[in-house]
């Protein structure tokens, strides 16, 4: 799909503000309401913007530690890692598994009540058979720059 600059417009907009009006997001990428809804369809239809969400404030919410681990597998065979990165699906205290070149396998970003739930966590990975053999445990003191908005213009190849 190629993209023009109002495209982009429209994808940073809605990167940091998701739940704008529709009218909104055309005043504020410089188009009438109509063709702006048409582009955000056409993004939405090529997969561009996969969903809309809330951020939430998880202090607010309530005690939580969150954790990077980094984890190296038993087994480096293509089927080992499908079984590891099928069960990272069940595991709703893992937000995020990212696969990895080189040193270790994955890094995980895992949310828990406390450091005692995280450690339950790990125990019944290592007993699910899973084809976890060593992991390092990265504890989050604070957070300096939570998930920002990407560098849409840089990513897509368009020099501003």
């Known amino acids: 799909m190629r993209l023009d600059a109002r495209d982009l417009d429209i994808l940073r907009v809605l990167s940091t503000d998701g739940r704008i009006t529709k009218t909104a ?6 188009l009438s309401p109509t063709p702006c809804w048409e582009r955000l369809k056409k993004l939405e239809k090529a997969g561009l913007i996969k969903r809309y969400r809330a951020e939430i404030n998880l202090r607010k919410l309530g005690p939580h ?3 990077f681990v980094a984890a190296e597998l038993s087994d480096h065979t293509a ?3 499908q079984a590891f990165e099928a069960a990272m699906q069940r595991y709703e205290e893992v937000l995020a598994c990212w696969a990895l070149g080189g040193g270790f396998d994955y890094i995980l ?3 828990t009540r406390d450091i005692d739930a995280y450690q339950r966590l790990i125990d019944e990975m290592l007993n699910a ?3 976890l053999e ?3 445990t ?3 003191t604070k957070p300096v720059k939570g ?3 990407p560098p849409i213009s840089l990513i897509a190849g368009w020099q501003e």
């Open 138 to 140: 990265y504890i989050v």
């Open 109 to 111: 970003q895992i949310v």
């Open 134 to 136: 060593k992991y390092f």
């Open 65 to 67: 530690v969150t954790v």
């Open 129 to 131: 058979d899973i084809g």
């Open 79 to 81: 089927a080992s890692f």
């Open 147 to 149: 998930q920002g908005v």
């Open 25 to 30: 997001l055309a005043d504020r990428v410089g």
